[in-house]
């Protein structure tokens, strides 16, 4: 069955401090592979995707994401956090052809001043 | 471009009733999912539909139902409320003929069943 793991569900990060969210899936065939963000009272909102090529890609915000195929892993990276990034994180995929966005259960971020 | 707009933002209803929620995608948008959002079950794909017509489906009973327009609005129906209905339930649009695509998502409409 499709899935998507993410391991952290909570995180507490002093500002500056270096980010790394994981996420990993389990699909066959083609996947896409997006991270997107919830801050409080928001709605959820694109961060970045994975379609094909480069598998580093760069989001809003700073964000950046790596595709690593043999590890079925699609982390998500900040290399110095802010306290505006208070937010819960949702890693999702989706099969080539198909408009459903499997979620993983999102990690929470904490960013303390 | 306007984001995907969601009425009613909020509802209160008690269990046995049944709520239509409504969901105004991108212009230009042909395809609405809909999804669940509870604290315990995360967020879970309920339908999908593209040119009124459902193309994805989760596992939701049929108490779960939806319909698109030829406008590309959409509206979803759950009949015979029950308790655990009670979520967040998000509208999402996108381009997508037959390839995946980004999907947007709305504010979201709080159903809460008493």
């Known amino acids: 069955a499709q899935s998507v793991s993410q391991h952290n569900h909570h995180v507490i990060l002093s500002e500056a401090a270096s980010l790394e969210l994981g996420c990993n899936y389990s699909?066959?065939?083609?996947?896409?592979l997006f991270w997107y963000v919830q801050y409080p009272g928001q709605h959820l909102q694109l961060l970045l995707k994975y379609f094909s090529g480069d598998p580093l890609v760069k989001g809003i915000k700073g964000f950046e994401a790596e595709f690593i195929k043999s590890k079925f892993s699609f982390n998500l990276r900040k290399p110095s956090v802010q306290w505006s990034d208070t937010a819960e994180y949702f890693c999702a995929a989706m099969n080539t052809g198909f408009q459903k966005l499997v979620f993983g259960t999102g990690t929470r971020l904490l960013v303390s001043p | 471009k306007a984001g995907v707009t969601q009425t009613p933002r909020y509802l209160i209803k008690t269990r046995g009733q049944q709520v239509t929620l409504s969901c105004s995608p991108i212009s230009g948008h042909r395809s609405v999912s809909w999804y669940q959002q509870t604290p315990g079950q995360g967020l879970q794909f309920l339908f999908e539909?593209?040119?009124?017509?459902?193309?994805n489906k989760g596992n939701f009973p049929g108490r779960f139902s939806g319909r698109q327009f030829s406008n590309s609005r959409s509206e979803m129906n759950v009949s015979t409320l029950e308790l655990g209905d009670s979520a967040l339930y998000l509208c999402?649009?996108?381009?997508?003929?037959?390839?995946?695509?980004?999907?947007?998502f709305g504010p979201g409409t709080r159903l809460t069943v008493l």
């Open positions: 999402a649009s996108s381009l997508a003929s037959n390839v995946a695509d980004t999907q947007y």
């Open positions: 539909y593209f040119s009124e017509t459902q193309r």
């Open positions: 699909y066959g065939g083609t996947v896409n």
